[in-house]
């Protein structure tokens, strides 16, 4: 008897456990009866369970837990054609979650988040290419990004709608021209440069001529004002000396020739090497003599 006791308890703990199971935060659960999704009585949609503690029928139902929170698909790096035939590389990524957890189960064979992925990757690229097809990379790079990101937004909420997914964002991160084609354009706008600088020097060499040109005319300009004023005050000194040495004859000649002797003696003397030739009864010696005839 209590043996049967005990193997009762037994399988009732193991009925217990197996009717029994878990969903935790940021998941959800489906039940899967005869291998098909269990669905709210007289409604296509599944039956959910939340984070918490649920009861399951054992040996006929199945859970499957989802991951419900909110997905990152970081794509890869791939190279897109615009309307002018011109390669561009642009790297994106795409916000998903879960919105129908049946289908999105139906779909991924199971659930399967890779196969999701993979799946979803096609119509991002396919999305992504219609829109990128059908600008320029002027529009493309310059004002029209949010617009293709919208655009690409709004085909794959159609498109994914059947995955069970509701893609939240569409992003560029990054548009990059091959390398090909970035060494062109680089050497392109190089030349363009080149021909702005030669431009800008021709015109700066042509400014500095002119200005050299005018600084050299207004120097031209200040030397000879500057030697005409200094012809006339130099006309104006001597006239004023000569004045001066008029007036100064007039007052007393005699003293004016002494003063005058004198001076042409301290010019004549000054070098003790000078050798002069005269009489000395002439008249440039008339000072140095006394009135007896004596040199002093």
Known sequence: MKRALIVILALVAIVFYASVFVVVEGERGIVLQFGKVKREQGTELPTLYGPGLHFKVPMIDQVRKLDARL?????????????EKKDLIIDSYVKWRIDNFANYYLATGGGNRLQAENLLRRRIN????????????????SGERGDVMESALRGLLESSSELGIKVIDVRIKQ??????????????????????????????????????????????????????????????????????????????????????????????????????????????????????????
């Open 175 to 296: 548009i990059n021209l091959p390398t090909e084609v970035s060494n062109s354009i680089y050497q392109r706008m190089r030349a363009e440069r080149n021909a702005v600088a030669r431009e800008h020097r021709s015109e700066g060499r042509e400014q500095a001529e002119i200005i050299k040109a005018g600084a050299d005319r207004r120097v031209t300009v200040m030397i000879a004002e500057a030697q005409r004023n200094s012809r006339t005050l130099r006309g104006e000194g001597d006239a004023s000396a000569a004045s001066i040495y008029s007036d100064a004859y007039s007052a007393d000649p005699a003293f004016f020739s002494f003063i005058r002797s004198l001076e042409a003696y301290r010019k004549s003397f000054e070098h003790g090497g000078d050798l002069m030739v005269l009489k000395p009864d002439g008249d440039f010696f008339r000072f140095l003599k006394d009135p007896s005839g004596k040199a002093q």
């Open 71 to 83: 997905q990152t698909l970081d794509d890869q790096v791939d190279r897109f054609v615009t309307s």
């Open 126 to 141: 396919n999305s992504l290419r219609s829109e990128i097809g059908s600008r320029t990379i002027r529009d493309i790079v």
